[in-house]
């Protein structure tokens, strides 16, 4: 139990950091500067961010004890 708990946190990281990693490249790619941005690249890797964040959120919800009202 307390190994799926800790490769759950692992991998909950792992995902945050490839997020954040992610919001870097896409504002790097709008701010360029000769104006070449490639919007079909930008649009897969915000479409991949989409998919981080529900993972993200998956995990997130499997981590946190259930609580009852």
Known sequence: M???????SRKLEEL???H???????ARLIERPDGGADLLQIQRLKK?????KDQIHQLE???LPD???
């Open 48 to 52: 991949r961010k989409l998919v981080l």
């Open 16 to 18: 945050r950091v490839e």
């Open 61 to 63: 919800s499997a981590l």
């Open 2 to 8: 307390i190994d799926d708990i800790e490769q759950l």
């Open 20 to 26: 954040r990693d992610l919001d870097e490249v896409i």
């Open 67 to 69: 609580i009852i009202a």
